[in-house]
């Protein structure tokens, strides 16, 4: 075989290329994020188990009562009465006003690219202040 010695150094250079992320980041998980919770409402609409892991079945089954029923009211399981949007009753100042300290900080975590904002308008967040500039 010609060029054996070069044909393998080649073989071995690509494998450590194509697996260094593998044995690189091994044993480390990333760092969960944290986030911040309303400090004015004590109680979500659900449990907090629940809306880890199923918030999208609960808000696309809002869509579908209030487009296809036209029913805007949500009776949670405590007997609470909530509207159903996800501007006004979860996304309100009173909730998770902040879509960047909640919302992103978990979607980024997991990798999930949310399509509610294809439709809805973020709210607003009022800008971090800046140090003032030296002069």
């Given at each position: 075989?010609?060029?054996?010695?070069?044909?393998?150094?080649?073989?071995?250079?690509?494998?450590?290329?194509?697996?260094?992320?593998i044995?690189?980041?091994?044993?480390?998980?990333?760092?969960?994020?944290?986030?911040?919770?309303?400090?004015?409402?004590?109680?979500?609409?659900?449990?907090?188990?629940?809306?880890?892991?199923?918030?999208?079945?609960?808000?696309?089954?809002?869509?579908?009562?209030?487009?296809?029923?036209?029913?805007?009211?949500?009776?949670?399981?405590?007997?609470?009465?909530?509207?159903?949007?996800?501007?006004?009753?979860?996304?309100?100042?009173?909730?998770h006003?902040?879509?960047?300290?909640?919302?992103?900080r978990?979607?980024?975590?997991?990798?999930?690219?949310?399509?509610?904002?294809?439709?809805?308008?973020?709210?607003?967040?009022?800008?971090?202040?800046?140090?003032?500039?030296?002069?």
């Amino acid at each position: 075989m010609y060029d054996g010695g070069k044909i393998i150094v080649g073989i071995i250079i690509g494998l450590v290329l194509l697996t260094f992320p593998i044995w690189y980041t091994h044993g480390m998980a990333p760092k969960r994020p944290e986030v911040k919770l309303p400090e004015k409402e004590k109680q979500c609409v659900q449990s907090k188990e629940y809306m880890k892991t199923k918030h999208m079945q609960l808000l696309d089954l809002w869509r579908d009562s209030v487009v296809r029923v036209a029913q805007r009211s949500y009776v949670a399981p405590n007997g609470t009465k909530y509207d159903m949007s996800l501007q006004n009753t979860c996304m309100s100042a009173e909730c998770h006003a902040k879509k960047t300290e909640f919302c992103d900080r978990c979607h980024d975590y997991t990798g999930v690219v949310p399509y509610c904002w294809d439709c809805h308008i973020p709210p607003k967040e009022e800008p971090k202040e800046k140090p003032e500039e030296m002069h």
